[in-house]
């Protein structure tokens, strides 16, 4: 059964380099958020269908633009579609966003801050949470 993320401010990062998406989704944990990894659409589509996350951080060449335009067709048509996007790409040549249906985009490489406030516009922002 599919459920929503409650509280726990879960972040799909769809992201073909494992150095990048492991920046990535070092950089959202310290800042209190739970990142989850995916290098291919078709694990991102199963997490996805197993916990719809609260936000999706997408890499627009995936590692083609028609597999990410795959993932956001699937996104288009599945219960997740109300959840924000947010493209990372390396291209300074981003398409229209209204067309593609997402809510942002970051230009690689880009500055930490910039991602954080770009989560913080779309889901809030969140404590660190201290280990003992």
Partial sequence: MKQICGDTMDILVLEDDPPIADFIAEALRDEGYNPHVAHTVSTAIAAIENSIPQLILLDLNIPTTHESNAFLAYWRSSSAHGVPIILITASSRVPALELLGV????????????????VKQYIGTRSPSISP
Avoid: A, E, N
């Avoid at 500055?111 to 954080?116: G, K, P, S």
């Fill in 103 to 118: 809510s942002g985009f970051l230009v690689k490489p880009f500055d930490l801050t910039d991602l954080f406030d770009h």
